[in-house]
């Protein structure tokens, strides 16, 4: 049995494909935790709506995604935890791919599938994953360099985990608003072994027209994630290609500031910080872009990524 833990914060006019679509499973055994993270749209009432008995509903002032996740960890009853974002779907065959996984490498703590991306025209797209080897199913031996040289391989809704391993490094990290999934799989990479399957089972909805798009969000200045990242360096500094990861994390904010108007200097500061931890030839081209001019800028991104 497994249990389902589902955020929810204003995500009425998704909620029900995403529950809908846990309860399509060809695996029927869990338990669903929606926790309503203080929503102020009618998604809980919706949720309510839905007579199945396996689901609970869990109410909580708004306190973050983090904090939601980790109260329906400590609320859930089995012994492995998956996570399913208000907007994402599973596939039919999601639950009975990792089930299978689970038995083909039972000593691992996190199983997980690649996904696909669904933009704002409801254009799939699956995630480019290099480095890895061929078969469909393995052990992701080395995880950091994996994450450095592709997509994100891990998404939330595309990962369960062994309750106990997930407490054991805190849970999901509270306070922090972007890029908590990520330094999770970090802090999981580094202590437990991850089995993983290329065909993806899960559907991530981006909300995007384009990876192009200006970003929604201003990273955080304080950098809380660069922050634990470097401090899990700190405690395991053998762990192979972990400082290109954290190269790479500062990377992908150079990269989000790049898209923003007037955020150049900020640019220019992630790649520094990058280049210190590891020297990809591909920021300096981050640099000579902050020198041109805004919208000259954005129609190159397009064309060049």
Known sequence: MISIIIPLYNKASTIKNT???????TIQDFEIIV??????????????SIKDPRITVIEQDNQGVSSARNRG?????CEWVAFLDADDNWKPTYLETVLELMQTYPDCSVYATAYQRCNANGILSDIRINGIANDEVQILDNYFEIATKS????HTSSVIIRKESLLAIGGFPNGVHQGEDLLTWARLASKYKIAYCLNPQSIFFT???SPMDKPKRTPDP???VGKELEELYNNNPNTTSLKQYIAHWHK???SIYLRLPKQSANCR???AIAWRWHHNYKLILYIILTTIPYPFRMKLLSIIF
């Open 73 to 77: 960890v400590m609320e859930s009853k």
């Open 222 to 224: 304080n950098d809380p």
């Open 19 to 25: 529950i809908d679509s846990v309860l399509c499973q």
């Open 207 to 209: 909300g995007e027209d």
């Open 35 to 48: 926790v309503n993270d203080g929503s102020t749209d009618d998604g809980v009432e919706r949720v309510r």
């Open 151 to 154: 997509d994100p391989p891990i």
């Open 269 to 271: 500061k992630e790649v």
């Open 252 to 254: 992908m904010r150079a």
